[in-house]
């Protein structure tokens, strides 16, 4: 089929679409000829039963990433940044080359270009070659292109090795004053919610009245805010991507609980603004938070450190297994690598640990085992030692000296025996 449709500047141009193996294959085209021509070469290919594909574009991998990204619900920002990708750096290296033509030499001299002569950081040029990646990875795994990428080039590659970042998180102190400060603020149940729950910001905002179980004391997470459109979806992170629905449920403490139930309206959102309008994250950043520090006088951070903070000292006296399902991440190495930052408690506690994998502790009576002592030392040393086992009861029952004398010589020959004074039967 072909479709004449005006542009901008007041011309036309030409869309030919043609359905084949199931997918709709468009192209545009500036007259009706080169259309027509393009749609009977295709169909004469089509029907000879070979592959209309001989090759294909990083353009052909965008559309195809696109497509899939839409389907799946992946985020508009990750589409974006795939569409940043492709007009920024991709194709202005490769333009129409056949991509299944790439060796793998080649795709790595391009992210050392993109490293060296663009002056891209490592963290990018690795979200470049995730990009690229995704893309020969779908069209293996669909048989996208009729089959013909029967290989990734981009597993051969190696990624940039990242410095990782130190995210500055609020001390146990900074965290005392801001709840100090900003107890009796409008804003606490949202701060209290979340330092003591760990939740993002998009899901605080997004935290509906149904969400509480007051009877239970139970939240149940299943919204987000997106930023991108200003909606609420009934999703969250851990939603996408997982096998299970992606909601947890929390239980509610004690200390949030007398801020957050006096605030709960009917129906509808939790948190507000004070003119009763809607509560966003950029507001939150941008000017809620700060006014809390500096009330505080505290340094800066944004809402997201709390989530850390959370997940920092919650390990104080919580397993890292519970920290998962807290803070909702559906693989525990992104709690372990991304959200666990080390206190001075922990590496106490670490410390002690080192200890008892030998056992060192000092000694906590008199010992046996130096064979200096003279015999009467000994004595007076194994007596002392009986005694201490003995109840005070027994130390006062004078029926019990031939039990006293009895474990004295079992001490005094297993220890002579140890130092090979003596030889025990059979030696």
């Known amino acids: 089929m072909i479709q004449k449709y005006k542009i901008a500047n007041g011309k036309y141009k030409y869309l030919c679409r043609i359905r084949y193996r199931g997918q709709k294959i468009s192209k545009t085209f500036e007259t009706h000829r080169e259309a027509e021509k393009w749609q009977n ?43 940043g990708f492709h007009k920024n750096q991709v194709y202005p290296y490769f333009k129409e080359r056949n991509m299944i033509d790439v060796e793998i030499e080649e795709f790595s001299q391009f992210f ?36 013909l990428v029967k290989f990734d080039p981009i597993a051969g590659t ?25 107890k009796d603020s409008y804003y606490w149940p949202l701060w ?7 939740l993002r910001i998009g899901e605080a905002v997004a935290l509906y009245r149904d969400a509480i179980d007051t009877k239970h004391h139970l939240m149940t997470i299943m919204r987000t805010y997106v930023e991108k459109t200003n909606s609420v979806l009934e999703r969250t992170k851990s939603t996408r991507g997982s096998k299970s629905d992606g909601v947890r449920i929390l239980a509610i403490p004690e200390e949030l609980r007398k801020c957050l139930y006096s605030i709960l309206p009917e129906s509808g959102p939790v948190f507000l603004k004070p003119d009763g309008t809607e509560l966003t994250p950029n507001y939150v950043r941008k000017f809620s938070l700060p006014q809390a520090y500096k009330k505080a006088g505290i340094e800066p951070f944004n809402p997201h450190c709390f989530r850390h903070a959370f997940a920092t000292y919650y390990l104080d006296e919580g397993s890292i297994f519970d920290l998962q399902q807290e803070l909702g991440h559906r693989d525990i190495k992104t709690t372990q690598d991304n959200y666990v930052h080390t206190t001075d408690k922990q590496r106490q506690i670490r410390a002690k640990n ?27 040393q194994l007596t002392e030692i009986v005694t201490n086992r003995m109840s005070h009861e027994q130390k006062n029952d ?27 039967p059979g030696q």
């Open 192 to 198: 209290a919610t979340l330092m003591f729950k760990g």
């Open 158 to 182: 190696e990624a940039f090795a990242e410095p990782k970042a130190k995210r500055k998180i609020p001390s146990k102190e900074d965290c005392h004053k801001f709840i100090v400060a900003n």
């Open 354 to 380: 080192a200890e008892r994998i030998y056992d060192i502790k000092e000694p906590s009576g008199p010992s046996v085992r130096n064979s200096d002592l003279s015999a009467d030392e000994l004595i007076s």
């Open 398 to 424: 004078l029926s019990n000296k031939p039990v006293f004398e009895k474990e004295q010589n079992i001490l005094k020959v297993d220890f002579l025996r140890k130092q090979k004074i003596v030889s025990g």
């Open 41 to 83: 070469n295709f169909r004469k290919q089509r029907d000879s039963g070979k592959s209309f594909y001989g090759r294909v574009s990083c353009q052909m991998f965008l559309e195809a990433y696109l497509k899939n990204a839409k389907v799946k619900g992946i985020s508009i920002s990750q589409q974006e940044l795939a569409n």
């Open 112 to 147: 050392i270009y993109l490293n060296e002569k663009q002056n891209l950081s490592k963290a990018t040029c690795n979200r470049v070659r995730s990009y690229i990646k995704a893309c020969f990875r779908l069209a293996i795994k669909q048989q996208l292109f009729s089959g």
